[in-house]
């Protein structure tokens, strides 16, 4: 299937759309453009630091009018994960920021942040409120063999001074503090596209998934059975795409090249 046939568009946010608080140049007419059309967009993030409310905010100071339907996160996939595999009704750890405790708190799980004896698993996101206190609680549990679960792989974050480490660099330390790594979810599991195209009733030929990471968004869509491209606007860059085991369908500079590929407009 073209590029023009294209309909569900699942969109990464950092390093794809935009960088902090900078949207990047052709953002908005790309949007603009799959709404014209009558396609649909979502933004799929593995950031698990932050609330979709929080989203939604950032996404109307950045001038660009969104829902709460208009997105899908890496917490929203850790949810289900959990709901799926019988962690209803025991207690986690959630190691984590406030918003991070919330979401899970909300979705009805049995949250502390808290060392206590009764703890069935250590859950873990992006913590941008990271504190000694915990990485000492986490090696604790996990040297009790409770069970590790972590939102997202992703190694670093981009901001607009580089990069700052992820939940994936943290797990990482974790790892080598007590020898145990947790069940990623999130990209490059298949699950967050999946559940996209079945909420709203895509198929595999008509989506396409758009990110700045290889070892993520990429392999997200590959997983997944659907068409990526793969924008040089973050953490990935072109010569990186030969030792990668997971291949991009299409590579573009950024999203404004993207749309002019759509449009078949000349880009100036």
């Known amino acids: 299937m073209s590029l023009q046939e294209k309909r569900l568009f699942l969109l990464d946010m950092d390093g794809t759309i935009y960088l902090d608080e900078e949207l990047f140049d052709g953002t908005v007419d790309f949007l603009d453009y799959v709404k014209a059309t009558g396609g ?15 989203y939604i905010a950032k996404m109307q100071r950045l001038g660009i009018p969104a829902l709460k339907e208009d997105f899908l996160t890496s917490v929203d996939a850790l949810i289900v994960y959990l709901r799926k595999n019988g962690y209803g009704s025991k207690k986690l750890y959630a190691f984590g920021t406030a918003s991070f405790r919330s979401q899970l708190s909300q979705a009805g799980f049995c949250i502390t942040d808290r060392l206590e004896e009764d703890i069935h698993a250590l859950v873990c996101g992006f913590d941008t409120e990271l504190t ?69 009733g895509y198929s595999k030929a008509q989506t396409l998934l758009i990110g700045d990471r290889l070892y993520t968004d990429i392999a997200c869509g590959v997983n997944a059975g659907i068409d990526t491209i793969l924008v040089l606007s973050g953490e990935s860059r072109q010569e990186d795409i030969a030792s990668s085991p997971e291949k991009p369908t299409w590579v573009y500079p950024h999203i404004r090249a993207v749309f002019h590929d759509l449009t078949g407009e000349i880009e100036l």
Not at 40 to 54: C, D, P, Q
Not at 147 to 152: L, M, Q, R, V
């Open 40 to 54: 649909k967009y979502l933004f799929l993030t593995n950031n698990s630091s932050r609330s979709v409310e929080a």
């Open 132 to 200: 000694f206190q915990k990485l000492e609680d986490a090696c604790i549990l996990l040297n009790r063999g409770v069970d590790f679960i972590a939102a997202n792989p992703d190694w670093v974050c981009p901001t607009w001074y580089g990069f700052v480490p992820d939940c994936g660099s943290v797990c990482e330390m974790l790892f080598r503090a007590t020898g145990r790594r947790p069940v990623f979810i999130g990209k490059p599991k298949p699950e967050m596209a999946l559940l996209a195209m079945e909420a709203w």
